[in-house]
């Protein structure tokens, strides 16, 4: 299986910038997607093949990286940000990141 | 618009099996693939296995073969995942959702299944 790393939990203040970050244990092409999860609700799809912005979402979120390592970027961190996000590849089957938990001072 | 309604939360027995739905509207099911999600609450999303509608081919997670079957019925655009033998490793929020190019944008609300006696 291919393993997905994210650190466990961030905290930022309103207004500034945020990267989460994702490294897989063995090479995913650009087939790395991002998703944020409230508590008591299904994920949602912020971002797929790494860069590309999923429909709906605010251009406040971006997505980089290709290869092992990847970063969600939020810029400027909104309160309604509060959220788990979680990356997932799917170049080997579909695996799923432990989550980063991102709190807001 | 998609929408992928999920049946409400189930608490059953060990031992016992369930079966968990899934009504689409607002696309066409039945050339469509169905993936099923476990996620444990405060945990990560593990995914079960994928079911296409037209002739009801599935792949799964070898972690959960003998676990989960996963079936369609293509006249009611619903798509159903029996889970078997169940214990307490098995209590958990099940998602399933339409599977495009290996990213999901639709998921269902999630159904949470509680094993206990």
């Known amino acids: 299986d291919t393993v997905l790393t994210q650190s466990p939990a961030l905290a930022v203040s309103p207004g500034e910038r945020v990267s989460i970050s994702c490294r897989a244990s063995?090479?995913?092409?650009?087939?790395m997607h991002w998703y944020q999860q409230k508590p008591g609700q299904q994920p949602k799809l912020l971002i797929y093949?790494?860069?590309n912005l999923a429909s709906g979402v605010p251009a406040r979120f971006s997505g980089s990286g290709s290869g092992t390592d990847f970063t969600l970027t939020i810029d400027p961190v909104e309160a309604d940000d509060t959220a788990t996000y979680f990356c997932q590849q799917s170049w080997n089957e579909w695996t799923f990141g432990g989550g980063t938990k991102l709190e807001l001072k | 618009q998609v929408k992928l309604q999920q049946s409400g939360a189930e608490l059953v027995k060990p031992g016992a099996s369930v079966k968990l739905s899934c009504k689409t509207s607002g696309y066409t099911f039945s050339t469509s693939y169905m993936s099923w999600f476990k996620q444990i609450p405060g945990q990560s999303i593990e995914w079960i296995g994928m079911i296409y509608a037209g002739d009801g081919g599935t792949g799964y997670n070898q972690k959960f073969k003998g676990k989960a079957t996963l079936t369609v019925d293509t006249s009611s655009s619903t798509a159903y995942m029996d889970l078997s033998s169940l214990t307490t490793e098995d209590s958990a929020v099940y998602f399933c959702?339409?599977?495009?190019?290996?990213?999901?944008?639709?998921w269902g609300q999630g159904t949470l299944v509680t094993v206990s006696s």
């Open positions: 063995e090479g995913v092409n650009s087939y």
């Open positions: 959702a339409r599977t495009g190019h290996g990213w999901f944008a639709y």
């Open positions: 093949k790494a860069s």
